[in-house]
Every structure is written in structure tokens, then in C-alpha cells.
């Protein structure tokens, strides 16, 4: 059985100052940075790959020829696209660190699951020669039956009366 995530915990201590420093770093980016709806998130521009620098140049231009818009100043756009360019690095290690744990949630459930399912070959191997160990395993036992073999193995309903039937039965004369 493969044991890659379970034997590297840190205590509990150690993960709760984690989780503080995390929850410390997202507040840190709700002072500057914001949440879209789905509807926003659809609804964005998103520009080519190199438009930065010619977002650059047309800023350059604007405040050259003096082709300045109130509703869309220089400096406005100028900030954005620092911010564009500032949180760039962020957003990578971010993902880098949600993947880490996704992938350290997946193999930890991987780990456990394989880990119990073991175990409860075992207790079912026992569980014959051990009435309390039976009567203790059958709910384990009942939520690991397929849904299917449940229905198989439930006592047959009775047949429902077939339409303009008043006796029971089957409906044929």
C-alpha cells in the first residue's frame, strides 16, 4: 500500500499557523484585488498574448499627441496594466500551491480509502467467526453495497394492480 502524504503531517499547530498565514495573504489581496461574478467573468476582454506592450505604446502615443480620454486616462490604464503585469507572478504560485494541495487531497483520499478497504477485507473475513464483529460490520457493509445489488437483494414488491384492475393480481383475465 503507498503511503506518500500521511506520514509527512505537520501538527496540528504547524498547520493552523499555516492556515493563518494563508488566510493573513488573502487579506492582504482583497485590499487591491476583487471577486467577478460568473456573469463578469464571461463578459471580460481578454487580450492577446503581447497586447501589453502595445497597450504600452498606445499610452505612449495618447500622451504624446496629447489624445487623452477622461473616461479612460492614461494613468488609469498605465495602473492597470501594472497590476496586470505585478500579480502575474502571484497568480502562478497561487495555482502552484492549489494544485499542490489538490493533488495532496486526491492521494491522501487514495491513500485512505485503500488503507480502509483493506482493513474491512479483513474484518469481513473475520466477521463469520465473530457475531459482535457481524452485527458491528453490517452498516459498513450496507454503505459499501452497490445500489444496485441492494435493490437485487430486497424482497420483491408486490405487483401494482394493472390499470381498471379493482382485485389485484396481474390483470389478465
Sequence with gaps: ?????GKNLPSDTEFAALVKRVQDVLAELRKFCITLSKEERTTRIHPAYGFEEVAEQI?????RYGATLTDAPVSE????????RMTATL?????AGSQLISDTRAQAAHEYAQGA???YG??????????ELAAAIRPVKAFLTPPRKRAADAPAAPAAPAA???????GSK
Design 1 to 5: 500500500m503507498e503511503n506518500k502524504v
Design 59 to 63: 499610452c505612449d502615443l495618447s500622451e
Design 77 to 84: 490604464i498605465r495602473a492597470d496594466l501594472h497590476l496586470v
Design 91 to 95: 497568480e502562478t504560485l497561487l495555482q
Design 117 to 119: 478497504f483493506v482493513q
Design 122 to 131: 479483513v474484518l469481513s473475513a473475520l466477521a463469520p467467526h465473530k457475531p
Design 164 to 170: 381498471g384492475d379493482t382485485k389485484g393480481g396481474t
